[in-house]
T-cell receptor, first 113, second 112 residues
Framework: KAGVTQTPRYLIKTRGQQVTLSCSPI?????VSWYQQTPGQGLQFLFE???????NKGNFPGRFSGRQFSNSRSEMNVSTLELGDSALYLC????????????FGSGTRLTVV | DQQVKQNSPSLSVQEGRISILNCDYT??????FLWYKKYPAEGPTFLIS?????DKNEDGRFTVFLNKSAKHLSLHIVPSQPGDSAVYFC???????????FGAGTRLTVKP
């Protein structure tokens, strides 16, 4: 079965712009989570969606938002980009979290200049 | 809030020897613990997990140990192989949240 698909793979944006990243989960997975990975900080939890509802949110400013569609596909949006937003953004889909873990996409590498 | 901590950013071992990666957590409500492995330019891949009702889980060369009283878990890789060189993330979930929290990662280098 197809894995988790994230688009685009790479993105370069200018400070102040906004960006939308897309994630298509594994078929049948209804939970989608987003993480930001930066050197030395590991994977920082952004938010988790289940059945089009945001269930959990990490400690990120309101510039970071997301949504999930009825087909479980998810998007995250970052407005008013800052240089510090440069990171690898990872999407993961799962059955309920637990021993099954998450399946991650390859990520979107965002560079803000 | 760093609920999951990996205090060693890097580890280097010789091929054939044991690799021990450590992880500490602060939230006593966590009841599932997982290890992920990540290669450059790829997303993390699930490696092994353990439920809080167990203290050990083994899968081939990989064994995870859980010490609940110390809020500590470790991943043992025996014998280590050069292909094991990657960044390893510890993760935990459970309690009131359905999300999963990750540590900062440990970069393992296995030298031939």
């Amino acid at each position: 079965k197809a894995g988790v698909t994230q688009t685009p793979r790479y993105l370069i944006k200018t400070r102040g712009q906004q960006v939308t990243l897309s994630c298509s989960p594994i078929s049948g997975h209804r939970s989608v989570s987003w993480y930001q990975q930066t050197p030395g900080q590991g994977l920082q939890f952004l938010f988790e969606y289940f059945s089009e509802t945001q269930r959990n949110k990490g400690n990120f400013p309101g510039r970071f938002s997301g949504r999930q569609f009825s087909n479980s596909r998810s998007e995250m949006n970052v407005s008013t980009l800052e240089l510090g937003d440069s990171a690898l953004y990872l999407c993961a889909s799962s059955l309920p979290a637990g021993l099954y873990g998450y399946t991650f996409g390859s990520g979107t590498r965002l560079t803000v200049v | 809030d760093q609920q999951v901590k990996q205090n060693s950013p890097s580890l280097s071992v010789q091929e054939g020897r044991i690799s021990i990666l450590n992880c500490d957590y602060t939230n006593s409500m966590f009841d599932y613990f997982l290890w992920y492995k990540k290669y450059p330019a790829e997303g993390p891949t699930f490696l092994i997990s353990i439920s809080s009702i167990k203290d050990k889980n083994e899968d081939g060369r990989f064994t995870v140990f859980l010490n609940k009283s110390a809020k500590h878990l470790s991943l043992h890789i025996v014998p280590s192989q050069p292909g094991d060189s990657a960044v390893y993330f510890c993760a935990a979930s459970g309690g009131n949240n359905n999300d999963m929290r990750f540590g900062a990662g440990t970069r393992l280098t296995v030298k031939p």
